[in-house]
């Protein structure tokens, strides 16, 4: 068995509006292997989106632990997150979030730069993710002169370009059609047969049925997982 | 960086209305600050143009018993100094003086510096065409006609190849040019360089002293019209150099116990911004320095703040593209470098922008100086490395002011939130409900506000003042200014060649009233004297407290013609004006006319009309009241009166102003022209009618006189008398 990559325990997460608390999560225990596809499933305002960003390091829990990758990460301080967000977590995001003033390539790029990684290395990185996804031809398009499509296809290399731990898709065929949808779960399930860790928020059945093991979320807590004895290829 | 860099030029580039709005705001911020510095940096840091300054002072001689009093130094005290002293390696002698220079048609008024013939050698600056002065040329009488003249000059004449060996026409005499000074160099002073340089052998046939005081021989050992300057032998010290200096002052002394009585001598660093015979320090120069400098600062902050708004507003739209890099690990400080970095790629193309305008405003200032004064100003032409360091230097701030805040803000935002398309503003709860809700805004505007406010009170004040009353009534009055001895004139060919003239000015066609005086109503210059009831005569240590225990008073003195005050509009309320032979004898009775402020301060209770006057001796305890406060000298000598002589006051005038940002209006003393001769003086010529556009004719009309008296009389200025007024604005 493979080892433990993200383990929670008792992750609570209450956001206070005024005199309004509101649990996001209550209770999360979870634990995911090196190179686990893993679906997070459950009805809009579940608290998956939220669970995303914890496990993200994009927000901090409430009260519980979390440990990526053998390090408590839960109460970091904010540089240390950033810098962990850039070494162990690639992100895909439902609206690409690509930045429109850099090129196809820089935006890849974009992560690499920021871990302070060498022009020649960062070079090579990156021409190798963009031709994992098929983009190395779109090199120097800005994302307006791409498709949808294509741009998300462009979010997943800069996920993967920095060889992250885990990949982290939040709906990530949100905003795509059924066609491009569906070449983009391709693309996850490809990577994760070459061995790469993802953990995917969604509200499709269809393509929860993609991942290995499926979480659902009701009210901010677990209430069922379930082990794909087939997963969708 | 690069990345950064990049990135900054092509969303800069992407956004060409932002960029061009923000380019043009910091350039009109940051071109202030440059083109303030620039001026300030010449005035008071740039270093003086003669070499090692450091070691370069100025002596002056101090009257013992009271130490706030200074003199100048005569020829042969200078001789001695430099001969016996011990502190320095040389000495030189020199004063300024104002000349008249010939040019085809016209004189115009020009500053020379009378200098001793080592004074470009000790200053360390060689000439950079032609030759110095020689020993011979300094020799007080020796009266040869050689001139060195400055780069600017030369500059006038097209870098005349062969300017070296022509002649230039000084007081109606010609001057060979022996040499031309290299560019830039001013002497010793900042910015205002004489035009020409004379050896101190013509200066008792040129010099032309402001004062009354400096009548005697160079050769004179009474005299007092030099300034000297030394250079510190190497390694002394100020202190020893003072004492080695002091130890000959009381040696001269003793060997010459009448003129040089209680003399001794001092020394300081060399004023940037005077030539004097008494120490002067740079202080109001550097406050007024301090002054633009902080305004300028102010125009800039407001730039910055209207700026960061700008980019704050801007940044609404960027909150997504920020959330994205956070996300993707950018650090807080990676963000806020980015965006720094972005600023400050705006900032140099503002400080560009600005340097140019900076550039272009010293021009402007320069040359709008220069046809008021009659000094070279010698500004650093193109662009200074410390002018630029100092631009770059505001870019710098600039971007810290209005590209920090926002960069703060916007790197704190809230990433969850952000990361969703259209997420704004609202979303971010504010903490701080009591505080405005744009900080910057008010800021902007508060301090907007102030600058506006100190504008327009600006403007009203010179408003007012362009509306003065002056208290005279002006109409169809032209002012001629003229001075014979800019035309190589003594005193008394003059007094003749003024008494033809005021004849032939009020014989003119039209003319009602013509007479001469020696300053004019809110001219550049003003001369105070101090008088006091005649017959009281305090003793040094006594401290009169009333105009009856003999407390003086400054008043503003003008000496006139007979026709003046009709000339000027100004009525005599009591008494008359002056007789014309009282206007015409120098040794005529005593009269005088002074105004009802004068009058009341002499005698408060009681009528000053009859009663008698005199001049205070020197250092006599004056009321802290009175006189101008323009661009003035006092004059403690009695200029044309005999000692113990008084006067009587046969007139009183109505109180008027007699310059324009005069706080209250000053007292004012008129004597007889004959009894305050000056050779430059203003001729006031009234027309009884003068048609709309008939100026230009009768200053043609003016014009012709003066040739008809004397076709090589210079004519310093001749307009209407509300030309004069505006120009007194614009300076």
């Avoid at chain 1, 499933?41 to 914890?54: D, F």
């Avoid at chain 1, 979320?217 to 087939?230: C, K, L, N, P, Y």
């Avoid at chain 2, 060399?270 to 007024?288: G, I, K, Q």
């Avoid at chain 2, 020696?518 to 001219?523: I, L, N, R």
Wanted: contains cysteine; aromatic residues 6%; glycine residues 8%.
């Amino acid at each position: 068995m493979s080892p433990s990559l993200i383990k929670l325990d008792g992750v609570t997460k209450v956001f206070l509006t005024d005199e309004v608390e509101t649990h996001a999560l209550s209770g999360i225990h979870l634990d995911i292997r090196q190179g686990e596809y893993v679906a997070i499933a459950g009805p809009s305002g579940c608290g998956k989106s939220t669970l995303l960003s914890i496990l993200g390091l994009l927000d901090s829990p409430t009260d519980g632990s979390y440990v990526l990758n053998g390090r408590p990460v839960q109460s970091l301080s904010l540089p240390e997150r950033a810098r962990i967000r850039n070494r162990e977590i690639g992100f895909i995001f439902q609206s690409f979030n690509l930045i429109g003033d850099l090129t196809v390539y820089e935006n890849v790029e974009l992560p690499l730069t920021y871990r302070g990684m060498p022009a020649g290395e960062r070079k090579a990185a990156v021409t190798s993710a963009l031709e994992k996804v098929g983009m190395a031809h779109r090199a120097k398009h800005l994302p307006s002169q791409l498709s949808g499509g294509q741009q998300q296809r462009v979010a997943v290399a800069r996920a993967l370009a920095g060889s992250p731990a885990v990949l982290l898709a939040d709906e990530p065929t949100g905003n795509l059609d059924s066609k491009n949808g569906d070449s983009v779960m391709q693309l996850l399930a490809d990577l994760h047969k070459g061995g790469a860790t993802i953990v995917m928020v969604t509200h499709d059945a269809r393509f929860a049925r993609n991942a290995e093991r499926t979480i659902h979320i009701f009210d901010g807590r677990v209430v069922q997982e379930q082990v794909e004895s087939d997963p969708t290829r | 960086m690069l990345a950064d860099l990049k990135f900054a030029v092509r969303v800069l580039a992407k956004s060409p209305g932002f960029t061009a709005a923000a380019i043009l705001v910091l350039a009109l911020g940051i071109g202030a600050n440059s083109a303030v510095f620039n001026l300030v940096n010449a005035l008071l840091f740039a270093p003086p143009s003669y070499l090692r300054p450091a070691e370069v002072v100025q002596v002056f001689s101090r009257d013992k018993k009271n130490p706030k009093t200074f003199r100048g130094f005569s020829y042969p005290t200078y001789r001695d100094i430099r001969e016996k002293n011990s502190a320095f390696t040389d000495t030189v002698a020199f004063n300024l003086a104002l000349v008249g220079l010939g040019e085809k048609d016209h004189t115009r008024r020009a500053f020379t510096a009378l200098v001793s013939s080592n004074y470009f050698s000790l200053l360390g600056i060689a000439t950079a065409r032609g030759r110095a002065f020689l020993p011979e040329e300094e020799t007080p009488g020796r009266n040869l006609p050689v001139a060195i003249v400055s780069h600017t000059y030369w500059k006038k004449r097209n870098f005349d190849p062969d300017l070296v060996g022509s002649s230039i026409v000084i007081n109606g005499r010609a001057f060979t040019i022996v040499g031309i000074m290299p560019e830039g160099f001013t002497g010793t002073m900042s910015l205002f360089s004489a035009e020409v340089w004379l050896p101190l052998g013509v200066y008792d046939q040129v010099a032309n002293d402001f004062s009354e005081d400096n009548k005697t021989s160079l050769r004179d050992r009474v005299g007092t019209q030099l300034l000297i300057l030394g250079r510190l032998k190497p390694g002394l010290t100020a202190t020893t150099a003072t004492t080695q200096l002091q130890t000959l002052a009381a040696n001269l002394e003793q060997a010459y116990p009448v003129e040089q009585k209680d003399q001794t001598f001092v020394m300081t660093p060399v004023p940037r911004l005077s030539s004097s015979t008494a120490p002067s320090e740079n202080d109001d120069m550097s406050m007024l320095g301090g002054l633009l400098l902080g305004m300028s600062a102010v125009v800039l902050l407001v730039a910055c703040l209207n700026l960061a708004n700008m980019l704050l507003a801007r940044g609404t739209a960027r909150h997504k593209e920020i959330a994205i890099r956070l996300a993707l690990g950018g650090s807080r400080g990676r963000i806020i470098r980015q965006l720094l970095i972005e600023g400050f790629v705006l900032s140099l193309f503002g400080g560009a922008a600005g340097l140019i305008l900076a550039l272009w405003s010293s021009d402007l200032l320069v040359a709008s100086l220069v046809t008021l004064m009659p000094a070279d100003l010698v500004f650093p032409a193109g662009t200074q490395p410390s002018v630029l360091v100092a631009t770059l230097g505001f870019c710098v701030l600039g971007t810290l002011i209005f590209a920090l805040g926002p960069a703060l803000k916007l790197s704190r935002g809230d990433v969850l939130t952000h990361l969703k398309e259209h997420a704004g503003e609202d979303a971010v709860r504010r903490p701080w409900k009591f505080l405005p809700r744009h900080p910057l805004v008010v800021a902007q505007v508060a301090l907007s506000l102030a600058l506006l406010t100190a504008a327009v009170l600006f403007i009203r004040g010179a408003g007012k003042a362009a509306d003065v009353e002056t208290g005279l009534k002006t109409e169809r009055n032209f002012v001629l200014e003229v001075d014979a001895s800019l035309g190589g004139r003594d005193p008394q060919q003059a007094g003749e060649l003024y008494r033809l003239l005021g004849e032939k000015l009020a014989a003119l066609p039209g003319v009602e009233h013509a007479s001469i005086s020696t300053t004019v109503p809110f001219g550049m210059v003003t001369i105070s004297k101090r008088v006091q009831r005649a017959g009281v005569r305090p003793g040094p240590d006594e401290k009169p407290a009333t105009a009856a225990e003999g407390l003086a008073f400054n008043a503003n003195f003008n000496s006139v013609g007979a026709d003046y005050f009709q000339a000027v509009g100004l009525p005599v309320l009591r008494g008359r004006a002056f007789t014309a032979s009282e206007v015409a004898s120098p040794t005529g009775p005593g009269v005088a006319i002074i105004d009802e402020a004068l009058a009341k301060k002499l005698w408060p209770d009681g009528e000053a009309l009859g009663q008698r006057i005199q001049f205070t001796l020197p250092n006599a305890l004056a009321a802290k009241d009175g006189g101008s406060k323009g661009v003035s000298f006092s004059e403690d000598a009695n200029g044309d009166i005999k000692p113990g002589e008084t006067l009587e006051i046969i007139g009183i005038t109505p109180t008027t102003r007699t310059a324009l940002f005069q706080q209250s209006p000053g007292t004012a003393l008129f004597l007889p022209f004959a009894r305050g001769f000056r050779s430059n003086v203003f001729f006031h010529v009234k027309f009884a009618t003068l048609p709309r556009g008939q100026e230009t004719a009768a200053t043609d009309l003016i014009r012709r006189a003066v040739r008809d008296i004397d076709t090589t009389l210079p004519i310093l200025s001749l307009r209407t008398f509300a030309q004069h007024l505006d120009a007194n604005i614009s300076l």
